[in-house]
Each structure stands twice: as structure tokens, then as C-alpha cells.
């Protein structure tokens, strides 16, 4: 049984700290069959999913979705901590020898306990390791505690500083192609931009995509209406089977990876054309609205002195 719990241990502490290293320290992305942190977002994503199904306003709805990556990290850290102190109990448990200083019998749940206080470096005292084994593995696991509560502390401002950036390319977005976002929105606010390096970089910025087949989302009939509306505002498609027939190819390079990601994480893909204008996100807001007001009053002034 002790050999058992030995081995287990070490395996335990193995496969956190390589998941917890490939994670935070190696900058590549790596292919294995089965990780940690892969196994917990399996595992945590669904069932908060199945909670944002319920909410039935779109705005609460991607609001909650939006806790999940900021909440997810919190207790992966959690259950990398947890992973460790079960570990190094594991391993006390199969190699160590203790003594209380109330003289009890010492027990499993007590070497969980005393690992846990080992891992954030409590020391309070109440269990002592009595070999030379338990106490190399206490100065190892106090030790581990420090590294990690120390990389922990640096990775939550890179990963706050990306999570800011995303939120400003969702920003620039509403900016850039209308609220909701649409394709003829985007393309009418800068197709006629006399740089085309400036269309080719918001392309790759969100050039993020990946997985199945979907129904045609842009049907001959949207086709018609999209390249009408693009006309009315100076932006030319061009005529013909080829044009078309590059457009689909060029589609069919992202767009169902894209509308597999987006069935996967509960999120509305944006239209290529909405029905009916609609204002910017901007333009709705109560200030935006007195703005306005004050302006068309202004105007309306300015008419009567006139007259």
C-alpha cells in the first residue's frame, strides 16, 4: 500500500507541474493526448454552457459566457495547488514518518492537512516530520509552494493584459463594422480605403477559426442584396462566375471553422447583411441621445432667427 501511495504521489506531482509549466512557461502549443488543464475546460465548459442556455436575454446571456475564462483560470490555479498537495500527501503517506505533538495517531486526512500547511509555508507545528525522508519532502513541498504562488502572481497580469487586448479589438469592431457587426458594414466603412494594408490587418487580426460544415450562409439572393448595398455606398464588387466562384472558395477556407467555434461556445455568429440599419453602439447610448437632441434643437433655432 505505501508503494502504491509512493508512486501515486510522484505521478500526481509529474502531471501537474508538466501541465502547469506547458501552460504557463512554454510559449508553443503542445499535442498530447490527454493534459490537466485540457481534461478541466472539457469539464467545467459544458456544464456553463448548459447554464447559459437558460438565460434567455442574448446581452445576460454572453455576459455569463464572458465569466467563464476569467473564473476558469482562477480554479485551474486551484486545482493545480490541490494536485500538489494531494501529491506530496500521497508521497508522505507512502515514504514518510510523523508524530503529533498531542500524541495521536496520525491519519491520511491529517498528512492532506499537513501538506496542505507545508505548501503555503503556514508552519504551524502541530505535525512534525520525524525522517529524514518526510522532511526533505516538507522543504521540497514549501519550496514548490513558494515557486508556484510566485509564477502564479506574474501570469495573472499577462493573462489580465490579454484579455484587455481582446477587449479592445471587440471595441474597435463596433467602430469598424456597425453594432452588430456585419460584413457589408465592415467592407462599406473601408472598402474604399486608399490603403489596403489597413482592411488586410483587421483581417488578420481576426483570423481566428476552426472545424465543420454549415448551412450557406450567404444564399444568391443575400449576394444580390449585399452587392446592392455596397453600390449605394461607392464600394464595386465585381461581375461574373468568377468573382463568385472565388468568394465561395475564399469562404470556404474559414467561414464553417468559424461556425463550428461559435456552436461550440454559445455565441452568434454575425450576419453578412442585417435586414434593416441599425445604430452603432455609440450612437445609442442615453448621452448620445441628449447630444443629438441638443443638436437638432440647435438646428431648429438656427432656422427660426433665420426666417
Known amino acids: 500500500m505505501h508503494v502504491i501511495s509512493t508512486i501515486a504521489g510522484i505521478l500526481s506531482i509529474l502531471a501537474i507541474l508538466l501541465d502547469a509549466f506547458e501552460t504557463v512557461v512554454l510559449p508553443r502549443r503542445v499535442r498530447r493526448t490527454f493534459r490537466v488543464s485540457n481534461w478541466f475546460y472539457r469539464r467545467t465548459w459544458i456544464p456553463w454552457r448548459a447554464l447559459a442556455q437558460r438565460v434567455e436575454n442574448p446581452s445576460r446571456r454572453e455576459n455569463f459566457l464572458g465569466y467563464f475564462g476569467p473564473l476558469s483560470l482562477i480554479f485551474l490555479l486551484m486545482l ?9 500527501a500521497l508521497l508522505q503517506y507512502g515514504a514518510g514518518e510523523h508524530f503529533r505533538v498531542s500524541g495521536e495517531d496520525m491519519t491520511f486526512g ?16 502541530d505535525i512534525i516530520p520525524s525522517s529524514s525522508v518526510a522532511r526533505a519532502l516538507s522543504v521540497i513541498e514549501s519550496g514548490l509552494g513558494f515557486g508556484f504562488l510566485g509564477v502564479v502572481i506574474g501570469y495573472l497580469p499577462t493573462i489580465y493584459s490579454s484579455f484587455s ?38 483581417f488578420r487580426d481576426w483570423e481566428r477559426w476552426a472545424a465543420e460544415e454549415v448551412p450557406d450562409r450567404l444564399p444568391p439572393a443575400e449576394l444580390e442584396r449585399l452587392r446592392q448595398t455596397l453600390s449605394e455606398r461607392g464600394v464595386k464588387l465585381r461581375d461574373g462566375a468568377e468573382f463568385e466562384e472565388k468568394l465561395a472558395r475564399l469562404r470556404s477556407l474559414y467561414e464553417s471553422y468559424a461556425a463550428a467555434i461559435a456552436l461550440n461556445l454559445s455565441i452568434t455568429l454575425p450576419p453578412w447583411i442585417h435586414p434593416e440599419k441599425r445604430k452603432d453602439n455609440w450612437q445609442a447610448g442615453p448621452w448620445d441621445r441628449a447630444i443629438q437632441a441638443r443638436g437638432l434643437a440647435a438646428r431648429v433655432q438656427h432656422l427660426d432667427d433665420h426666417f
Open 80 to 88: 493545480w495547488a490541490a494536485g500538489l498537495i494531494f501529491g506530496f
Open 165 to 202: 487586448r481582446r477587449e479592445i479589438e471587440i471595441s474597435l469592431l463596433d467602430a469598424r463594422a456597425g453594432s452588430p457587426p456585419t460584413a457589408t458594414e465592415l467592407l462599406a466603412r473601408f472598402g474604399n480605403c486608399p490603403q489596403q494594408a489597413v482592411l488586410d490587418q483587421i
Open 110 to 125: 491529517l498528512l492532506v492537512y499537513h501538506s496542505g500547511e507545508t505548501f503555503f509555508t503556514l508552519g504551524y507545528g
